[in-house]
């Protein structure tokens, strides 16, 4: 997926339990919609402390719009779209360490994991 820059302060802890990772599925949901919420989604589990997102946008497969671009089962749009919206957002991005695909078992090429820097008001 890709790597941002983190700071040294910022550790990444890719073994976080499930249970402390805030999850968003976005199935069923159009590209605008879907952008919207995950940009809400960040900006508030960021500002809430949490280090560990799911983010499951699906892989498209089981679309059974083939004339809607935005849901088209060939272009898969929001598992491609997402993360580019994120990389995309200088705001998002100041706050992610990394982004990832997510374990087989989370949701694999059907979701991603976004790893979240440490948000001062919760270090002091």
Same mark, same amino acid.
């Given at each position: 997926?890709?790597?941002?820059?983190? +700071?040294?302060?910022? #550790? #990444?802890? *890719?073994?976080? *339990?499930?249970? $402390?990772?805030?999850? @968003?599925?976005?199935?069923? %949901?159009?590209?605008?919609?879907?952008?919207?919420? !995950?940009?809400?989604?960040? !900006? $508030?589990? %960021?500002?809430?402390?949490? +280090? +560990?997102?799911?983010? !499951?946008?699906?892989?498209?497969?089981?679309? &059974?719009?083939?004339? =809607?671009?935005?849901?088209?089962? $060939?272009?898969?749009?929001?598992?491609?779209? !997402?993360? *580019?919206?994120? &990389?995309?957002?200088? =705001? @998002?991005?100041? +706050?992610?360490?990394?982004?990832?695909?997510?374990?087989? $078992?989370?949701?694999? *090429?059907?979701?991603?994991?976004?790893?979240?820097?440490?948000?001062? &008001?919760?270090?002091?």
């Amino acid at each position: 997926m890709g790597n941002i820059k983190p +700071k040294e302060s910022d #550790l #990444l802890n *890719e073994n976080i *339990e499930i249970n $402390k990772v805030q999850k @968003l599925d976005l199935h069923g %949901f159009s590209l605008i919609e879907a952008n919207k919420m !995950v940009e809400d989604f960040i !900006v $508030k589990s %960021f500002n809430n402390g949490y +280090k +560990k997102l799911l983010i !499951v946008t699906g892989k498209g497969s089981r679309s &059974k719009s083939h004339k =809607n671009p935005y849901l088209s089962e $060939k272009l898969s749009v929001l598992k491609y779209s !997402v993360p *580019e919206y994120i &990389k995309n957002d200088e =705001n @998002l991005t100041s +706050k992610i360490i990394k982004i990832s695909e997510a374990d087989i $078992k989370h949701g694999g *090429e059907g979701a991603i994991n976004i790893f979240l820097k440490n948000n001062n &008001k919760f270090t002091k």
